[in-house]
């Protein structure tokens, strides 16, 4: 099959398209033909070796770990999909490729409407924010401060915290204010003088705030909950400790994150949920979307299209 592979630590250059072996669905899993893979940030962090220390990557290795596509082959065991189905979820094996394994539990239906791009979109973001909103009990009436909200994240928790009833303020260059006020959020822009901004913004006062890029933030977080971390969370900012910040790391599979995902891929369906896919390539240009996704300016994701030539 066809995969992007990286047989050292680098640049976007490192990225080449090959000819590898085929993958086979294990006891659990599935292999699925994939039609659209979501590029994440934690590729190219992963590409450039910054992930070693937390988790060591054997080289040659393909990047991706979200997929939408065909099941065409069932491992032993597995009840839940048949070849022919059209499905969503995160990888076990990378899917920049042309096949995928991944294991049934992170796996759910695509509704037909919603598109390959977009359903490629919805795993990890989703699964991300969930994760986060619930170890920060964001609940009705509360007020989330949002830093990157314009992101896949942080569009995903936007939207989510806004469902269980919270006031959401988002932080975004002003090119994506207008943005973050159709998901939901009140926004206000990143940079020196944020605190004033979001007192302005929030006279109540913020009781939780999720930090999606971790672009230097936690100092005016813990100033904006009165001095203390309790309550603040990061998924990126690698100077969490210093401030006392919770470090929310992914990796353990939530139980129910197959029946979750379908439940998002439903609402995506109808309009409900929206990851916007900004642009798509075709597998060959992995290393152009590595490249932008790196810059860090992309509003929802991107998508790479296996098929598309
Ligand atoms: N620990 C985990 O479990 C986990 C899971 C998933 C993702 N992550 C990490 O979470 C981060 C976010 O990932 P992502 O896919 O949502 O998107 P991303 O590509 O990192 O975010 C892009 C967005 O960030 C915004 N942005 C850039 N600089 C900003 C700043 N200083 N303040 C606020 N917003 C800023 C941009 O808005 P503008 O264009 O308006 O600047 C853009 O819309 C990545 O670092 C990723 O590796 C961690």
Redesign the pocket.
Same mark, same amino acid.
């Given at each position: 099959m066809e995969a992007i592979v990286y047989e050292e630590f680098g640049g976007p250059e490192v990225l080449r398209q090959v000819r590898v072996e085929d993958v086979h669905a294990g006891p659990g899993q599935i292999r699925v033909a994939v039609r659209a893979a979501g590029v994440?940030?934690?590729d190219h962090?992963i590409r450039n070796g910054w992930m070693e220390a937390a988790f060591p990557t054997p080289l040659p290795a393909t990047p991706g770990v979200e997929f939408a596509g065909v099941v065409d082959e069932t491992g032993a065991g597995v009840t839940e999909f048949a070849v022919g189905d059209e499905v969503l979820g995160r990888s076990a094996t990378g899917a920049y490729a042309e096949y995928v394994l991944a294991d049934v539990g992170v796996v759910a239906r695509k509704p037909e409407v919603l598109g390959w791009a977009e359903a490629a979109a919805l795993p990890?973001?989703t699964a991300?924010a969930v994760r986060v909103l619930d170890e920060l009990e964001v609940s009705e009436g509360e007020t989330l401060l949002l830093?990157? !909200?314009? =992101? !896949?994240?942080?569009s995903a928790a936007v939207q989510l915290a806004v469902a269980r009833g919270a006031t959401v303020v988002g932080? !975004?260059?002003p090119?994506?204010h207008d943005y973050l006020r159709v998901l939901g959020a009140v926004p206000v822009a990143? =940079?020196e003088g944020l605190v004033k901004r979001v007192r302005e913004a929030a006279p109540q006062g913020v009781d939780a705030v999720f930090d999606?890029? =971790?672009?230097g933030?936690l100092a005016d977080s813990v100033e904006l909950r009165g001095g203390t971390a309790d309550r603040i969370a990061t998924?990126?900012d690698p100077d969490a400790a210093h401030f006392g910040v919770a470090f929310?790391? =992914?990796g353990g599979n939530s139980p129910d994150e197959g029946r979750r995902l379908g439940g998002y891929a439903q609402a995506a369906s109808v309009g409900g949920l929206r990851i916007p896919v900004e642009r798509t390539f075709p597998l060959r240009e992995a290393a152009r979307a590595q490249e932008l996704?790196e810059a860090?300016?992309?509003?929802g994701?991107l998508v790479l299209l296996p098929g598309e030539h």
């Open positions: 994440n940030p934690v962090k990890l973001a991300t830093h990157g !909200a314009s =992101g !896949a994240v942080g932080t !975004a260059s090119a994506n990143y =940079g999606v890029v =971790g672009k933030a998924i990126s929310s790391a =992914g996704s860090g300016h992309v509003r994701k």
